[in-house]
């Protein structure tokens, strides 16, 4: 399933896809308890219908990565952390979150949630863009396979702006876009 710029994805194609990861999740959690560690800010919209699919008990984490560039010895580099760690030892674990892009932050996270030993670790994307990966990650669970340079709106997304969260469907646009508003106005000299 992908996807073009000026696409929109409806909130009907999303809530039948969300509803269908969920059937395949509860397939292959068999019943068993489900922890399901959510990322904030972007995945709490897909975690909060997609968990409503998931028929098996679940206790749901959350998140929020905290990334900052650190001067060190003259030499700048960036660190992401997280807030406390649920403890998972045993569990099996369901990490949510809406966009896999380079893959950078999702693998790190998942190293660490790692070190608790769960008894089995996944991740779930509504938006997969495979074209920009940076380590070898691949979703378990996704909903839309989309191009790398767009920029998409709504189902918890936000605009740079911090606008679009809450429409109900998404919708994309290209990462190098020069609008600043909504309506392309230019700026005047």
Request: aromatic share 6%; proline share 3%; charged share 30%.
């Amino acid at each position: 399933m992908s996807a073009r710029k000026g696409a929109i994805y409806s909130a009907v194609r999303i809530a039948a896809r969300v509803a269908e990861l969920g059937k395949e999740i509860s397939r292959e959690c068999g019943g068993r308890r489900l922890d399901v560690v959510v990322t904030l800010d972007r995945g709490f919209v897909f975690a909060a219908d997609l968990i409503r699919h998931i028929d098996a008990p679940t206790v749901c984490h959350f998140v929020r990565e905290d990334v900052r560039d650190v001067d060190q010895d003259g030499h700048a580099r960036r660190e992401v952390l997280f807030g406390s760690r649920p403890e998972l030892k045993g569990r099996d674990v369901l990490v949510v979150d809406a966009v896999l892009e380079s893959g950078v932050t999702q693998d790190f996270f998942l190293r660490r949630l790692g070190e608790s030993q769960p008894r089995s670790i996944r991740l779930a994307v509504l938006l997969d863009k495979p074209g920009k990966r940076r380590v070898a990650l691949e979703p378990d669970y996704f909903g839309f396979r989309t191009a790398s340079n767009l920029v998409w709106v709504g189902y918890g997304l936000a605009s740079p702006n911090g606008i679009g969260r809450n429409h109900k469907q998404l919708s994309s646009g290209t990462n190098n876009s020069s609008r600043k508003s909504g309506k392309g106005r230019k700026k005047k000299a």
